[in-house]
Every structure is written in C-alpha cells, then in structure tokens.
C-alpha cells in the first residue's frame, strides 16, 4: 500500500491500510521536502493541504512558509480538506503528448477547494464527445456532465504511471 | 546622461527561415541577425559596445552573451543576457536601455535566436514546451500549452458570454495581416465558420485559434544612445510585471491586474495615454489572449473584448490595427523570439516601410511580450523619433 520512496517521513496512517487511523492533523516538517509529503501522501490515497495556524489560511501548493501571512514552518500543519470542489474552469485536451497521448481525450481543470486554494487536476467520469469543432461540441463551457460552477469531489485515479488526486462531478459517481 | 534621456533603436534584422525548412545553426541564426541589424543601423562593428543576449528556450540557455560577444569578435563591451524561458522576452530591451541611461556602453546589440524545432523536430518541441507547467504540480495532468489558454477561454465564455465566433475573429483579421507579410508561413484565409469548424485542440480552441510552431528563426537590433539618422525610432517605454507562475496560483483567469500595471508602467515612461496609441502588437499565442489584454490595458471594458474585435476594429484601417505581419497566429512562432519579430515589426511600421501593411500614420506603437501564459509581461512603447 505504501509506495513512498526515498526516505519520506512517516505520516499518521502510513503503516496502516485502514483510513479510519488517520490522524486529522499533523505538523510541518521544517527538513522535509514540502512536495515530496505531499505526492507520497497521494501514493497513499490520501490528501493533505498545508494550513496555517497564525491567519487560518490554506494553501496549495504546500510550502515551507504560509504564502498569505510569511508565518514560519512552525505555524504551519497538514490537514485534509473535506474533498468537496468547485469547478473554476476545465479543457477537453483531444491530443496529448508523449505519456499522455494514450489518455486523450482527458478533462484538465482547475478546480477550487472548499478551503479556498486552486489546483491542477482532472475531472474523470464523463462521456466525452469528441465533436469535430468547437461548433460540434455545443456549449463550450458544459460537455458531458460537468460545467463551470459545477460542485465536484475528490478521488485519486493512475494516471501516466502514478497515483494523482482527481475529481468527478457529484451526481455522477459510482461510490 | 539624464535617466530620463531619449534612446532609440537604430537598427533592426529578422531572420526568415520558411515554414518547415530546417533552421541554421543557432550561432549563424545570432551571427546573421548581428550583421544584419548593424548593417541597418547604418553602423560599423566598431560602434558596438554591448551586447544583451536573450536567451533561446531551451533553459537554462545555449551559451552566454560573453561567448556570443567574442564569436562575433566584438573586442571589449559589456555583456548582459536574460537567461531564463518565461520571460516576456521584450526585456531584452530595456536591458539594453537601462545599460545606455547607466553609462556602460553606446551602442547595445540585442540579439535572440532559437532552431529547437528543427533539432528536436515537432514533437521535440512540443515537448519541451510542455516543461513550462509546473514540473511538481502541473505537468502530472499532462496540459498541452494552448490548455493553459483554454481555460482562461472557457471561464471568460462562462463569465462573459464570449462566443466561439469572435474568438475566431481574431484568428481571421489576422490571417488578413499575415497574408500581406511576404515571409509569413501560412497561406489562405479564413473564415469565422472555417475556425470554428477546425479540429478542435484543447475545447474551446482550435487549431486555427493558436500559435504555428516554425523551425526557428532569430532578432537582431542595435539600441542607441543617440539618433543615428532618420530611420531611428525612440524607444519611449518599458513596463514590467509578474504575478503568478504556476495557473493555479493565478488570481483570476480572466482578470490580470498585473498586466495593467506593466502596460500603465509603459505610457508612463512614454508621458503618453492610450488614445496615442496607432497600432499593437500583442503576442497571440491563442486568440483568447488578445481579447483579454484589449480589456486588461483598458482599451475595452472587461467582458467586452470579444465585441471590440467584430467587425474588424483590430484590422488595418480598423480603429486599432492589430499585429500587422501576422503575429504568431498567421506569421510565425520561432520560439522565445515571437514578440522581438512584434518589434521589428513595429519598428518596420513606424519607420513607414511596411509597404501593403503599412498602418496610415502610425507615430507610436505598442508592442507586448508575454511569458508563460501570461504570467509575466511587458509592454515596450516605440515612437517616430
């Protein structure tokens, strides 16, 4: 289950396969690598977001500071958003590149946590009609079942050989 | 000199390679552009004291300006390079400027090349483009450059109502430039149907909505401290400013205040307003760009960009003629270069020798560089001298 490399450190649930054990909160550590906790977090299917104990902000990307209020490491902490976004906007990419030809079509967005911070990632789930022209798909900004606005939530998915945090439109789950 | 003095380009060179021929070596590209903007300038080699090199895309970059400076056989000058991909690449000249106003060199040359499309070959380039994002959090989800442009469309569609049809209007009013450049490295017009109807990239953009990508090609000017002759241009304005890199971090997909200030940082330095502005030349890398810097300098309200561009405002003879020789939609896109050709161009129009594309008394122009889906920018203002 654990396929952290590279001498990570050990997170709350790491040497357990039962997700009910995971701590709610742990603290920054002012050796590590911000990124390397969080992608080894991913591995695990979990997902952590850096916040910040001095203006109650969260982050994405994780840093060694808070990018709001320059608080140190030390005001920092690891917790795990309830997993519930919105939809800030999204692409259909019809042709990837190298790793990622074998994906297209594939949904890239960016979505903005219930928390307040924006990530990168995919919107999986939907039934793609790949069209032949913008005037092909219709509504440019709704395909399938998920548009701008659209609450969507957390799950992880294997995507180019790794294990990413990704996310489907609520409603069209399959649990 | 005062900080405030006048400085000029005196001379500029454009490389010109062909639509799919293999580039020259990079040190020929940056040699010819060297003798070719000296030539222009109406130099002799030995007026040349300086040297900025902007670095090629390939990062960190090929070689340093030092290299370059002695390649060319320069003798002793001053050095500077801008080293790094993701930059606005128009900073090379005020680079140069700024090394004029501080006394350390006369005649600056500015030179920029890239052939990474050639010696990577298409996908090579494509690849290497894709190694903007963000390595740690971005590139996992596989964006494809124009991506990064397609969610900027999608959410302004969403929160304006833009239309796929005036997204592609930009595309054909300047296709109409670029079929008046006699080196561009596409043929054909288009139409709004034509636009729309192409195959589709990354949703809302097409293919005929975004950048070529060329083999290569290369920039050459010389900026001076005094008026060579009557074919110098005033180098009347620089502004600058970053605000986000990774798009996730940027504070909105629509709204860029950080453009503003490099645009307002540039007609102040010019002790110009917009209403002097003849012509632009904005970097195009998706038509979505344009529209939004038209809102975000203030030429048109926010949302409204797309209705400025219907019924060919942005087309010569328009009420803002837009990126004359074509730009990187319908001229070409050599690589970190794209907006210095913007230049050259400008310098070309103020000079009034653009021929069928001359835009009617242009006296000043405003030229933008852009790096990183518009994460960083800076606006040059050139003017008659």
Same mark, same amino acid.
């Given at each position: 289950?654990?396929?952290?490399?590279?001498?990570?450190?050990?997170?709350?649930?790491?040497?357990?396969?039962?997700?009910?054990?995971?701590?709610?909160?742990?603290?920054?550590? @002012?050796?590590?690598?911000?990124?390397?906790?969080?992608?080894?977090? #991913?591995?695990?299917?979990?997902?952590?977001?850096?916040?910040?104990?001095? #203006?109650?902000?969260?982050?994405?990307?994780?840093?060694?500071? #808070?990018?709001?209020?320059?608080?140190?490491?030390?005001?920092?902490?690891?917790?795990?958003?309830? $997993?519930?976004?919105?939809?800030?906007?999204? &692409?259909?990419?019809?042709?990837?590149?190298?790793?990622?030809?074998?994906?297209?079509?594939?949904?890239?967005?960016?979505?903005?946590?219930?928390?307040?911070?924006?990530?990168?990632? =995919?919107?999986?789930?939907?039934?793609?009609?790949?069209? #032949?022209?913008?005037?092909?798909?219709?509504?440019?900004?709704?395909?399938?079942?998920?548009?701008?606005?659209?609450?969507?939530?957390?799950?992880?998915?294997?995507?180019?050989?790794?294990?990413?945090?990704?996310?489907?439109?609520?409603?069209?789950?399959? $649990? | 000199?005062?900080?405030?003095?006048?400085?000029?380009?005196?001379?500029?060179?454009?490389?010109?390679?062909?639509?799919?021929?293999?580039?020259? %070596?990079?040190?020929?590209?940056?040699?010819?552009?060297?003798?070719?903007?000296?030539?222009?300038?109406?130099?002799?080699?030995?007026?040349?004291?300086?040297?900025?090199?902007?670095?090629?895309?390939?990062?960190?970059?090929?070689?340093?300006?030092?290299?370059?400076?002695?390649?060319?056989?320069?003798?002793?000058?001053?050095?500077?390079?801008? /080293?790094?991909?993701?930059?606005?690449?128009?900073?090379?000249?005020?680079?140069?400027?700024?090394?004029?106003?501080?006394?350390?060199?006369?005649?600056?040359?500015?030179?920029?090349?890239?052939?990474? %499309?050639?010696?990577?070959?298409?996908?090579?380039?494509?690849?290497?483009?894709?190694? &903007?994002?963000?390595?740690?959090?971005?590139?996992?989800?596989?964006?494809?450059?124009?991506?990064?442009?397609?969610?900027?469309?999608?959410?302004?569609? =969403?929160?304006?109502?833009?239309?796929?049809?005036?997204?592609?209007?930009?595309?054909?009013?300047?296709?109409? =430039?670029?079929?008046?450049?006699?080196?561009?490295?596409?043929?054909?017009?288009? &139409?709004?149907?034509?636009?729309?109807?192409?195959?589709?990239?990354?949703?809302?953009?097409?293919?005929?909505?975004?950048?070529?990508?060329?083999?290569?090609?290369?920039?050459?000017?010389?900026? &001076?401290?005094?008026?060579?002759?009557?074919?110098?241009?005033?180098?009347?304005?620089?502004?600058?400013?970053?605000?986000?890199?990774?798009?996730?971090?940027?504070?909105?997909?629509?709204?860029?205040?950080?453009?503003?200030?490099?645009?307002?940082?540039?007609?102040?330095?010019?002790?110009?307003?917009?209403?002097?502005?003849? +012509?632009?030349? +904005?970097?195009? @890398?998706?038509?979505?760009?344009?529209?939004?810097?038209?809102?975000?300098?203030?030429?048109?309200? /926010?949302?409204?960009?797309? %209705?400025?561009?219907? $019924?060919?405002?942005?087309?010569?003879? $328009?009420?803002?003629?837009?990126?004359?020789?074509?730009?990187?939609?319908?001229?070409?896109?050599?690589?970190?270069?794209?907006?210095?050709?913007?230049?050259?161009? %400008?310098?070309?129009?103020?000079?009034?020798?653009?021929?069928?594309?001359?835009?009617?008394?242009?006296?000043?122009?405003?030229?933008?560089?852009?790096?990183?889906?518009?994460?960083?920018?800076?606006?040059?203002?050139?003017?008659?001298?």
């Amino acid at each position: 289950m654990n396929t952290s490399e590279e001498g990570a450190p050990t997170l709350p649930g790491e040497d357990s396969e039962d997700a009910v054990t995971i701590k709610p909160v742990r603290a920054v550590d @002012p050796q590590a690598d911000a990124a390397t906790v969080f992608w080894d977090g #991913c591995a695990r299917r979990e997902f952590w977001l850096q916040h910040c104990t001095t #203006c109650d902000a969260w982050q994405f990307y994780p840093r060694s500071l #808070c990018s709001h209020c320059w608080a140190p490491t030390s005001a920092l902490e690891w917790r795990r958003p309830g $997993g519930g976004a919105v939809v800030e906007s999204f &692409s259909v990419v019809h042709r990837g590149s190298g790793a990622f030809a074998a994906h297209a079509p594939y949904v890239v967005a960016l979505v903005r946590f219930d928390e307040g911070p924006v990530m990168m990632s =995919h919107i999986v789930g939907l039934d793609i009609d790949l069209g #032949c022209g913008v005037g092909a798909v219709g509504d440019v900004t709704g395909i399938g079942a998920v548009a701008i606005g659209d609450r969507v939530e957390l799950e992880f998915a294997e995507l180019a050989g790794r294990t990413v945090p990704v996310f489907r439109a609520v409603g069209t789950g399959v $649990g | 000199m005062r900080v405030d003095a006048p400085i000029y380009v005196s001379g500029v060179a454009q490389e010109i390679v062909g639509r799919g021929r293999p580039a020259p %070596a990079y040190m020929n590209l940056l040699a010819a552009a060297a003798v070719g903007a000296v030539a222009d300038a109406g130099l002799e080699r030995s007026a040349i004291d300086g040297l900025v090199l902007s670095s090629s895309i390939p990062q960190p970059f090929e070689r340093n300006p030092a290299e370059v400076a002695e390649y060319l056989g320069l003798g002793s000058v001053y050095t500077a390079m801008a /080293p790094y991909g993701g930059r606005p690449a128009t900073d090379v000249l005020n680079i140069a400027r700024s090394a004029i106003r501080a006394g350390l060199a006369t005649n600056v040359l500015v030179l920029s090349a890239d052939n990474f %499309a050639t010696t990577l070959g298409l996908e090579g380039a494509i690849e290497l483009y894709m190694k &903007s994002f963000d390595g740690i959090y971005e590139r996992p989800f596989g964006p494809l450059i124009p991506t990064a442009f397609a969610l900027m469309a999608a959410r302004h569609i =969403h929160e304006y109502g833009t239309s796929a049809q005036q997204l592609a209007q930009v595309a054909v009013s300047i296709r109409k =430039h670029g079929l008046l450049n006699p080196h561009t490295e596409v043929s054909g017009e288009l &139409s709004v149907d034509s636009v729309v109807n192409d195959t589709v990239v990354s949703t809302p953009l097409t293919r005929s909505m975004l950048a070529l990508i060329s083999t290569g090609g290369a920039q050459g000017f010389v900026v &001076s401290r005094e008026r060579i002759d009557d074919r110098s241009v005033t180098l009347a304005g620089y502004g600058e400013a970053s605000a986000f890199m990774s798009l996730s971090q940027a504070p909105s997909l629509v709204r860029f205040d950080h453009i503003r200030r490099a645009a307002d940082l540039a007609l102040r330095d010019a002790e110009i307003t917009l209403d002097d502005i003849d +012509f632009v030349e +904005f970097y195009d @890398p998706a038509t979505i760009v344009p529209l939004i810097l038209l809102e975000s300098i203030g030429f048109c309200d /926010p949302g409204q960009g797309g %209705a400025y561009v219907e $019924g060919g405002a942005i087309e010569l003879g $328009g009420r803002l003629p837009m990126n004359t020789h074509g730009g990187t939609l319908a001229f070409r896109h050599p690589g970190m270069g794209a907006a210095l050709d913007s230049v050259v161009e %400008a310098v070309t129009q103020l000079r009034g020798e653009a021929g069928p594309r001359q835009v009617a008394n242009a006296h000043r122009g405003l030229v933008h560089g852009q790096g990183s889906w518009l994460a960083n920018n800076g606006f040059v203002v050139l003017g008659r001298a």
